[in-house]
Nanobody, 124 residues
Framework: QLDLVESGGRLVQAGDSLRLSCVAS????????MAWWRQAPGKEREFVAV????????YYSDSVKGRFTISRDNTKNSVYLQMNDLKPEDTAVYFC?????????????????WGQGTQVTVSS
């Protein structure tokens, strides 16, 4: 099992930037694709972005492409989400997730470990 702890969420204004962090502990971090998901009130959990084992591949949802950047530092067992030009519709609890699958998995069933989430609120 991989334990994941997110941080960095807070209240910001539209147009602001924010960086989320996720620190992992447990089994080998490097053999996990890592992703960010989010869940807004009353909505289903939504895929945001994923990064491959070595950080050489990424994939984004259309709603965040061009504004968000996912990255990882395997020396620190960490994955990050840089969020720019935030919009009120980005308001959600953001979750870090780990998948033992190679490549760029995007289905929730591919991710076996989840963090508790960090709240991001974007005011207009």
């Amino acid at each position: 099992q991989l334990d994941l702890v997110e941080s960095g969420g807070r209240l910001v204004q539209a147009g602001d930037s924010l960086r989320l962090s996720c620190v992992a502990s447990g089994r080998t971090f490097t053999r996990n694709s890592m992703a960010w998901w989010r869940q807004a009130p009353g909505k289903e959990r939504e895929f945001v972005a994923v990064v491959s084992w070595l950080g050489d591949g990424t994939y984004y949802s259309d709603s965040v492409k061009g504004r968000f950047t996912i990255s990882r530092d395997n020396t620190k067992n960490s994955v990050y989400l840089q969020m720019n030009d935030l919009k009120p519709e980005d308001t959600a609890v953001y979750f870090c997730a780990a998948s033992g699958r190679a490549g760029l998995p995007v289905g929730s069933a591919s991710f076996r470990d989840w963090g508790q989430g960090t709240q991001v609120t974007v005011s207009s």
